[in-house]
C-alpha cells in the first residue's frame, strides 16, 4: 500500500512560485501514474497534473497548463508540482494520489478523482493579491 505526504505549500504573493513534493513510500510507487488535485474552500476537489510511471507523459488541467509543471524521481520515490506565475485562484489545499489501476501505463488513463487513492493529507497554498 502506498503512503503519501505532501509538503511545500505556504503564503505567496500573486507571480510567485512554489514547488510542492509528495513523498511516497512502498515499493509500488515507481508503477503508478501519480496526480495531484486541488480543494479551494467551498469547492468539490478538481484534477491539476498527472504523470505517468515512466515520467514521460504528462496531463494538466487548462487553467494551469503553461504555468505548472508535474515531475518526478523514482529514485526517491518522489512527485512534484513546480508552480509559476501563481494566481489568487490557486489558493486551494493540494494533494497528491496514486492511480493504483495504471500499472506502467504509457497514457494518463483518468483524470477523475474517484480512479485515485490513496490520498496523502494535503498541502495549503495560498496565493495573496
Known amino acids: 500500500q502506498v503512503q503519501l505526504v505532501e509538503s511545500g505549500g505556504g503564503l505567496v504573493q500573486a507571480g510567485g512560485s512554489l514547488r510542492l513534493s509528495c513523498a511516497a513510500s512502498?515499493?509500488?510507487?515507481?508503477?503508478?501514474?501519480m496526480g495531484w488535485f486541488r480543494q479551494a474552500p467551498g469547492k468539490e476537489r478538481e484534477f491539476v497534473a498527472a504523470?505517468?510511471?515512466?515520467?514521460?507523459?504528462?496531463y494538466y488541467a487548462d487553467s494551469v497548463k503553461g504555468r505548472f509543471t508535474i515531475s518526478r524521481d523514482n529514485t526517491k520515490n518522489t512527485v512534484y508540482l513546480q508552480m509559476n506565475s501563481l494566481k489568487p485562484e490557486d489558493t486551494a489545499v493540494y494533494y497528491c494520489?496514486?492511480?493504483?489501476?495504471?500499472?506502467?501505463?504509457?497514457?494518463?488513463?483518468?483524470?477523475?478523482?474517484?480512479?485515485?487513492?490513496?490520498w496523502g493529507q494535503g498541502t495549503q497554498v495560498t496565493v495573496s493579491s
Open positions: 494520489a496514486a492511480d493504483t489501476s495504471s500499472f506502467l501505463q504509457s497514457i494518463v488513463r483518468s483524470t477523475t478523482e474517484t480512479d485515485f487513492g490513496p
Open positions: 504523470i505517468t510511471w515512466s515520467g514521460f507523459s504528462t
Open positions: 512502498g515499493r509500488t510507487f515507481s508503477t503508478y501514474t
